[in-house]
């Protein structure tokens, strides 16, 4: 399964961990995925601002 919010598409995005130095090394922000569980009762995996919007909008 991919690391991606199932509704808003919002997947890892990519850039550098910089030292004091200004040394370069690659690393990876991954989005905070949690189960949502649907109306209909299907649990998908969406990003934690995904769901406090469908939580907000669900009334």
């Known amino acids: 399964m991919a ?3 199932a509704i808003s598409g ?3 995005l990519s850039g550098n961990n910089r030292s004091h130095a ?3 090394s690659k690393r990876k922000w991954n989005p905070n995925l949690q189960k949502f569980r649907t109306k ?3 649990v998908i995996l969406v990003t934690a601002r995904t769901a406090k919007t469908l ?3 669900s009334n």
């Open 55 to 57: 939580r907000k909008h």
């Open 40 to 42: 209909d009762g299907k």
């Open 10 to 12: 919002v997947g890892p």
């Open 3 to 5: 690391r991606k919010c």
């Open 22 to 24: 200004m040394n370069a």
